[in-house]
């Protein structure tokens, strides 16, 4: 088994509230996962569970292990209750269909200057022997890429 630290961080122009309402609206969820390049997706809101599900085109080093498609699916239970400064906290997991990959973490809303920042922060573990390392070295630059991505739509919202 293979555990790596995940921390990426998005930089939104929006205000924290502003922010979360953003992240918390199916509109938002959809323009980010077609802004992924999927195969096909799919985007929820439900109440303070938000998420999604995307069907991507492998890595051609894991395409002849794995098929020639992944399916990773990633959601954020937001808390109730704002934070003392106004931000929001909620539960990341993301996983990848058929296969043991997992990422379990924290994404933490605050706000920045005029903006708001958002930081995720998670543990990836790869429990698959022999390809464990190799498979995550291929996960993690797609997750951070797809975060990044998340921040670069948030910066023309709504579009």
């Known amino acids: 088994m293979v555990v790596m630290h995940i921390s990426a961080t998005n930089d939104f122009p929006q205000a924290v509230d502003e922010a979360f309402r953003m992240l918390t609206d199916r509109s938002f969820l959809?323009?980010?996962?077609?802004?992924?390049?999927?195969?096909?997706?799919?985007?929820?809101?439900?109440?303070?569970?938000?998420?999604?599900?995307?069907v991507m085109p492998n890595h051609p080093s894991i395409?002849?292990?794995?098929?020639?498609?992944?399916?990773?699916s990633d959601e954020i239970a937001?808390?109730?209750?704002?934070?003392?400064?106004?931000?929001?906290?909620?539960?990341?997991?993301?996983?990848?269909a058929g296969m043991p990959v997992e990422l379990l973490g924290t994404a933490?809303?605050?706000a920045h200057g005029a903006g708001s920042l958002l930081r995720y922060e998670g543990e990836l573990t790869v429990a698959i022997p022999l390809f464990g390392p190799g498979l995550?070295?291929?996960?993690?630059?797609?997750?951070?890429?797809?975060?990044?991505?998340?921040?670069?739509?948030a910066r023309t919202w709504p579009s």
């Open 78 to 96: 937001w808390e109730a209750e704002p934070t003392s400064d106004g931000g929001r906290r909620g539960a990341t997991r993301v996983t990848v």
């Open 108 to 110: 933490t809303l605050s």
């Open 30 to 54: 959809d323009a980010v996962c077609r802004a992924t390049g999927p195969l096909e997706y799919s985007a929820f809101v439900d109440g303070l569970l938000t998420g999604s599900r995307r």
């Open 136 to 153: 995550e070295k291929q996960a993690a630059p797609l997750l951070i890429e797809a975060l990044n991505m998340q921040q670069q739509v």
């Open 63 to 72: 395409k002849r292990f794995t098929g020639p498609t992944i399916t990773v």
